[in-house]
């Protein structure tokens, strides 16, 4: 495949050439208007140190807020990044709630769900906060108020549902292959080409004019948000062989991280599509029939670090500009998600096993552990500032976690 040009405007080429040799730290995006993309004129608790084998059973909650409203599985939570002080949940129970992180009180319910509620998100600005549910009812509500602003029906199964970095835009894909994108609250919309299968994994990139989205059968698009045409289809033979599972675009805004069920994590030049590395990143035993999926990929913003998360239970960190790999941190479970402390080289997982742990990237030790559900742990969100988890779990409540990063 000859890669396309890409002249995107607002795309510094000068610092993006290099980047999988480069070492730099501290990429910065340039920001944007509401409606670039569209075109138009305006747009702490006590350390739990697991001891192994322990005799006794006494159940162990290290948190400091539980939320019991759902009835079912939660499946969905989102901290609002303006002031790190709401929650959003969303659950099996066909319910979404949005509430405070301080006590658990409930700010207000966001009624109206007519399946269950998978994607919980806050606009950059905290102003709005979605919930969009399997059926394809996707709302938007006021923060302040309470009041829904906006909604939508897709027509199709909801897979995934982001909201712009800078404005207040959404992006969501179906189980039909058809990607959507909507400014807030007017409800201007703008649909991309249907690929034929379903869209598994979508993100906006860190420039504000392209979108990345990852498709069933293991291909990859790259698309110009304001022409609404593909800067380029990896669909060759450097594709995924499965599922496109999850995403992470790094902060320079060239490079990609694509995970599958192949049990592959692809580092890819957003720019011109050619694929960097293939990384073998499940861990499969040798010989195994079925590899484990990739579960989660992300950079972190501190170090030239990308982490994959794998079906396996196995955790890893790549160095970004060798692809080489540096540690595995074994988990006794499927690794469900990973996110990236803020301002410090930790990262936490969440696991099947119920419990979330906090890993020093560059050593790959586990430094703290936080216990208080008594099944899966199946989403999992971090405050901008770092001192708060929000998880979400299939026994049926969220809960908030006090965190101590230890000095460095």
């Not at 006494?58 to 303006?82: L, Q, R």
């Not at 969303?90 to 949005?98: H, L």
């Not at 059968?217 to 450097?238: A, C, E, Y």
């Not at 861990?283 to 913003?301: D, K, R, T």
């Amino acid at each position: 495949m000859d890669p396309p040009d890409n002249e995107d405007e607002g795309v510094g080429d000068e610092e993006l050439v290099e980047v999988v040799d480069a070492e730099d730290e501290g990429f910065e995006d340039d920001g944007g208007e509401d409606d670039l993309a569209f075109g138009m004129e305006e747009i702490d608790i006590a350390d739990n140190d697991s001891g192994e084998g322990d005799a006794d059973v006494e159940i162990v909650d290290n948190s400091v807020v539980t939320f019991a409203k759902h009835t079912a599985s939660v499946f969905s939570v989102s901290i609002d990044p303006e002031n790190s002080s709401l929650v959003a949940s969303g659950g099996e129970d066909d319910k979404a709630y949005v509430w405070k992180i301080a006590d658990g009180e409930l700010a207000f319910e966001c009624k109206g769900h007519k399946d269950s509620v998978t994607c919980t998100a806050f606009s950059h600005d905290s102003k709005f906060v979605c919930t969009g549910d399997m059926s394809g009812v996707i709302k938007v509500w006021d923060t302040q108020s309470g009041q829904e602003v906006w909604n939508f029906e897709t027509g199709g199964d909801l897979e995934w549902l982001e909201w712009h970095q800078l404005a207040h835009v959404l992006l969501a894909g179906t189980a039909d292959g058809d990607v959507w994108m909507w400014k807030i609250p007017s409800g201007d919309t703008k649909t991309f080409q249907n690929h034929g299968c379903r869209t598994s994994c979508g993100l906006f990139m860190n420039d504000g004019t392209r979108a990345s989205v990852g498709y069933a059968d293991g291909t990859i698009k790259v698309w110009d948000l304001k022409k609404g045409t593909p800067i380029f289809h990896l669909s060759d033979s450097t594709c995924h062989k499965g599922t496109v599972t999850c995403m992470a675009a790094h902060n320079c805004d060239v490079l990609l991280a694509t995970g599958a069920e192949d049990s592959f994590c692809k580092l890819i030049n957003s720019n011109t599509g050619k694929v960097l590395a293939t990384l073998n990143a499940g861990f499969p035993e040798p010989q195994e029939e079925n590899p484990p999926s990739i579960e989660a990929v992300s950079f972190s913003n501190t170090l030239p670090l990308l982490a994959t998360g794998s079906l396996s239970g196995v955790m890893a960190f790549w160095d970004v500009p060798t692809h080489r790999l540096r540690q595995q941190c074994k988990h006794p479970a499927t690794v469900v998600s990973l996110k990236w402390d803020p301002t410090n080289p930790v990262i936490y997982s969440c696991c099947l096993d119920g419990i979330v742990r906090m890993w020093d990237s560059r050593s790959g030790s586990c430094e703290r552990e936080w216990q208080g559900h008594n099944t899966e742990v199946l989403d999992l969100a971090v405050s901008r500032d770092g001192n708060k988890l929000v998880t979400g779990s299939g026994d049926s409540t969220a809960k908030v976690f006090n965190v101590q990063v230890p000095a460095r």
